[in-house]
């Protein structure tokens, strides 16, 4: 019943590697987003996407490719992964208008550790 | 774009003593500003919220002030308890932005001393 959710919660692995972060919302939201967070807590967007479709693409390496199958699911998609991707990975969503458009909802976080 | 700034980036309270946090923006066309806390290994949850049409808002005890002369906007927690330890962020979204983008601060460490 979590409004929401990312999987996983941990990943562990070594650089060079691709991986694969999940994130679902069932708050009816037409907005979904990535935000990474670093050592010293610093929340940065990375991407945003409102109904399907690429809305805030930030300075973010090509390594790192979202894709939203539908508006309830932002997942992203990690290519030769670098000591520097260690972080936590939070997706977040909201509503794209209205009264309640401004408010974020944030998941658990994916800890992403590259070794 | 959008710059916040917050400020003390920690803060150390006895518990029942109460805790202000302020952060400061820098588009005056910003118009609405959420607080987030995080607590230790979960993700940043709302807790109060204010637009620019409202000078304070309060939820229990916690409080949000907003001064769109200075461009500031401060949180505040009365009759702190061990629970309300935690980072907690300020945001501020531009109005003239249409993609629901939030700034965020950089986060106060608040910790509850019993």
């Known amino acids: 019943d979590t409004a929401v959710s990312q999987t996983p919660k941990y990943l562990v692995t070594q650089m060079g590697n691709d991986k694969s972060i999940k994130c679902e919302q069932n708050l009816g939201h037409d907005t979904m987003y990535w935000y990474k967070q670093d050592s010293k807590k610093f929340l940065k967007i990375m991407f945003s996407y409102n109904n399907k479709e690429l809305i805030i693409n930030e300075t973010v390496p090509n390594r790192f490719s979202p894709k939203s199958p539908d508006k309830a699911h932002l997942n992203l998609h990690i290519n030769s992964l670098e000591l520097g991707d260690s972080a936590v990975y939070f997706c977040?969503?909201?509503?794209?208008?209205?009264?309640?458009?401004?408010?974020?909802?944030f998941g658990p976080g994916t800890r992403l550790t590259v070794t | 774009g959008e710059n916040v700034e917050q400020h003390p980036s920690t803060l150390s309270v006895q518990e029942g003593d109460s805790a202000v946090i302020k952060c400061t923006y820098s588009d005056s066309a910003s118009n609405y500003f959420p607080w987030y806390k995080q607590e230790l290994g979960k993700g940043p949850q709302l807790i109060i919220d204010?637009?620019?049409?409202?000078g304070e808002k309060k939820d229990q005890r916690i409080a949000v002030t907003l001064n769109k002369t200075a461009k500031h906007f401060s949180l505040h927690i009365t009759e702190t308890q061990p629970e309300d330890s935690a980072v907690y962020f300020c945001?501020?979204?531009?109005?003239?932005?249409?993609?629901?983008?939030?700034?965020f601060g950089k986060g106060n460490q608040v910790v509850v001393i019993p």
């Open positions: 977040a969503s909201s509503q794209a208008h209205g009264a309640g458009g401004n408010e974020q909802y």
């Open positions: 204010i637009r620019s049409n409202v």
């Open positions: 945001a501020a979204k531009p109005s003239l932005c249409g993609n629901n983008r939030l700034a």
